[in-house]
Structure formats: structure tokens, C-alpha cells
């Protein structure tokens, strides 16, 4: 948890104090296994997109998680433009965190979530509203694909699909293909221009540093026929599929949008496919198997006639895991900062060391950064949720700034800022 004191700008909330001089610094401790590069450079404020062909539930599933009405009739393309809104992300320890200190304040996480309206085959060509749509999904973090299995909606009407038949393996490998096209589009436009640019100035280290990435990308995604995230990149070629904002860079969460029955039985014929699809193309990503029109009903049930139902179904609500899996798809963890004027929960990427993270609040404390004090949620809660104790037991620590803040760290953050930020 940050706790902010003093006067560092506007932006800047109450809970972090400067201080004029650094004091010790506690050893530098062993570094993590290095994980898997995650694409993108999402912010605080983590954006993702619902996408999927038209008529499997895109519409219904945003409703449902932003509690918001927008168009979700059974007809392609009642999505005209992406809704957005914000959900926020469940996090119980957060919630034990303000209800213990009562703060004036309380800023939760959230997901801001667009309703993208369907794709079709061909969209990367136009077909459908294809183009438009996918310029949508360039401005998000990661997507949730939504497939459906079920033949018909929960008014027991045959359920409309532009493809003629439910087949979600299809489904996945249209989406995926006309992702990947856009993406060699995008790829060409740009590498064709830096390819004279090189031509001209044979002293350009740099333009060379940039197409040579761009040809290692080109012919993974163009020659290939794969997806960018799944490939082996360095750290420069990363920068520049992140500067590209490519399609298929995006993190994706699988939904497999079943039918009410289906989903309480735990069965359909076409969830071993999908999952077999999902394992073998989309290695480590994860899925998760709900029902948009049970989770309809619960929406406008009251909180007693939910915990009847699910309870008499032996069942339980599907959504905060969607939420909570597509912060995961990011490796995003949360840090909290508190104190009686706020509580706060920032998102950051996992392995991101203090004085990045930081960052997430104000540019000037990684800037100016001194030290963390820092305590983790779990051992705030295993002393009785009482910071003295905490100290006595020895787990309220100094860190330095190689320092890699942990999930539901409880951080104050020191700082100095004594020159203006250069631009």
C-alpha cells in the first residue's frame, strides 16, 4: 500500500511523503526466473476489447459484465460502434484492506471493457464491418474471444450464425486468420517505406537495427501464417512489434459461451474440440467454459434469489473469473497504497521493479525514487491487520530500487524530485 504525503502536484493523491536524502538500502536479493515476454504496454488503465463473429453472445456477455444496456438482439451487426464501460476487478483483499482502515476514498481497479461489433470472413478485406472493427481492436490491451455451442437462445429460438452452423473450432480459426491478415497489411505498409529509407542512408545503424526486425516479423506472421504473440522475440524486436500495435500481439481469454442446461450438465459435443483447438493453437493462453444466459438470469435476480439458485444448481457465476483471468492473460498484478485520506489499487505489470511501478501514480516519484517501505497484504492480515504488529514481526521492509514489487504489496514510497522532468 502507498501511502502519499505531501504536496506533489494535482495528480499526485496525499499519500506520499518527500524526503530530502536516500537513507540504506537493503541487499540486492536474487533475481526471478525471467518469464515469457507479454506484448503490448497496457497502463493503469487496462483496455479490453469483446470480440467474436456475430451472434455468439458478445453483446449479452458485455451487458452482463458492465451492467450497461447496449443492442444484443439476434441479428449480425446490431453492434454498430464499441460500447464502453468500466467493470471493476474483483479483489477481495482490496475490499478487507478499505473496510479495515475506512478510508475518506476508495479507488478500486477496472476494466474498461468495449463491446466490438461481429466479424465476419473477409473482414480484413472489408467484408461485413470488418475494417472499422478491427481498427477497434488495435486500441486494446487483450481480447476476450467469445465462441458459442449452443443451437438456440434461451427464448428456445434457432439462434441465427452467418457461417450457416455452430461450429466454434471454425469460428476460432476465421477470427484468427482475419486478424493475421490485417496484421500483414499493417506489417507491409511499414516495411516497404523503411526499406528505401535504409537504401538511401547506408550509415542508418539504426533504420537496419529496425527492418531486420521487421523482416524477422514479416515472415512469422506474413510468411508463417502465425500469430505474433506466440514467437521468440528479443527485447529490441519486441519494442517494435509493440510500436506496431498488431492484432494478433493482443493477449486473448477464450469464452465458450454455452447453453443454460449444457453449462449445469458440464457437457457438449463440441467442448473437446475446442479445448483440444485452444491447447494445440493457443498454447498457455487460458479458456473458460460459461453460459450468457444463465448469467443473464442472475444479473436481475436479488442477491437472495442468486444464492438460492446457485446453490440449488451447484453452480457459481462465471464473470469476476472472466475478469480476473483477462488481468492474468496480461500478467498483471495489483499494489495498493493506503492511508485515512485513500485507498488505491494499481495495476502493473508482474516483474516490474519499485521505481517503475511507481511510476503507475505520478512520473515524478520514479523519477525522484529514494526507497520503498513496503508489507504484503497477507502479512498485514496475519497480524491482525495492524501495521505495529507487522513491524515487530519483522516483515515491514526498506527496498531499494531493484526491488520487483510482489502481488498486493502494501508500499510507501519515498521520494525527491529537485529538478524539472526533462522533455
Excluded at 244 to 269: C, G, I, R, Y
Aim: proline fraction near 5%; charged fraction near 30%.
Amino acid at each position: 500500500v502507498l501511502r502519499l504525503r505531501g504536496d506533489v502536484g494535482k495528480a499526485a493523491p496525499a499519500c506520499i511523503a518527500a524526503v530530502p536524502e536516500a537513507a540504506s538500502m537493503a541487499p540486492k536479493k536474487k533475481e526471478e526466473p525471467v518469464k515469457r515476454v507479454i506484448l503490448g504496454r497496457p497502463s493503469n488503465r487496462v483496455k479490453a476489447g469483446v470480440v467474436g463473429m456475430p451472434n455468439v453472445g458478445k453483446s449479452t456477455t458485455f451487458n452482463i459484465m458492465c451492467k450497461m444496456s447496449v443492442p444484443a438482439e439476434n441479428f449480425p451487426f446490431c453492434t454498430i460502434e464499441p460500447t464502453e464501460a468500466r467493470v471493476e476487478v474483483p479483489d477481495a483483499d482490496f475490499v478487507d484492506l478499505c473496510t479495515t482502515i475506512k478510508p475518506k476514498s476508495v479507488v478500486p481497479a477496472f476494466l474498461t471493457c468495449f463491446d466490438i461489433a461481429g466479424l465476419v470472413k473477409g473482414a480484413a478485406e472489408g467484408a461485413g464491418l470488418g475494417n472499422a472493427f478491427l481498427s477497434h481492436i488495435s486500441a486494446v490491451d487483450a481480447i476476450f474471444h467469445v465462441v458459442r455451442t449452443f443451437e438456440k437462445t434461451a427464448d428456445d429460438e434457432v439462434a441465427t450464425h452467418v457461417e450457416d452452423s455452430v461450429d466454434p473450432v471454425r469460428d476460432l480459426e476465421i477470427i484468427r486468420e482475419e486478424l493475421r491478415l490485417k496484421d500483414v497489411a499493417a506489417i507491409e505498409k511499414v516495411i516497404e517505406p523503411l526499406k528505401k529509407e535504409v537504401s538511401r542512408d547506408g550509415k542508418n545503424k539504426a533504420g537496419k537495427d529496425r527492418l531486420e526486425a521487421m523482416n524477422k516479423i514479416y515472415d512469422w506472421v506474413g510468411t508463417q501464417g502465425k500469430e505474433a504473440r506466440f514467437g521468440d522475440w528479443s527485447s529490441r524486436e519486441t519494442e517494435v512489434l509493440n510500436d506496431l500495435h498488431l492484432l494478433t500481439s493482443k493477449a486473448a481469454l477464450h469464452l465458450v459461451n454455452m447453453s443454460e442446461p449444457d453449462f449445469l450438465k458440464k457437457k457438449n459435443k463440441h467442448l473437446p474440440r475446442v479445448k483440444e483447438w485452444i491447447e494445440r493453437e493457443r498454447p498457455g493462453e487460458k479458456m473458460v467454459f460459461y453460459s450468457a444466459a444463465m448469467e443473464a438470469k442472475l444479473v436481475d435476480m436479488s442477491d437472495e434469489e442468486k444464492a438460492a439458485y446457485l446453490e440449488q444448481n451447484k453452480t457459481v457465476s462465471q464473470i469476476g473469473k472472466i475478469v480476473q483471468l483477462g488481468y492474468h492473460t496480461l500478467q498483471l498484478i495489483h499494489y495498493y497504497t493506503a492511508g485515512p485520506d485513500e485507498c488505491a489499487c494499481w495495476t502493473i505489470r508482474d516483474g516490474w521493479a519499485a521505481p517503475k511501478a511507481a511510476g503507475t501514480i505520478h512520473n515524478d516519484f520514479e523519477r525522484g525514487f529514494i526507497k520503498a517501505e513496503v508489507y504484503n497484504y497477507a502479512d498485514w492480515k496475519a497480524h491482525d491487520k495492524e501495521e505495529v504488529k507487522v513491524k515487530e514481526a519483522g516483515k515491514y521492509r526498506m527496498e531499494g530500487k531493484n526491488y520487483v514489487v510482489k502481488d498486493k504489496d502494501i508500499i510507501f514510497f519515498k521520494f525527491n524530485v529537485t529538478a524539472p522532468a526533462k522533455k
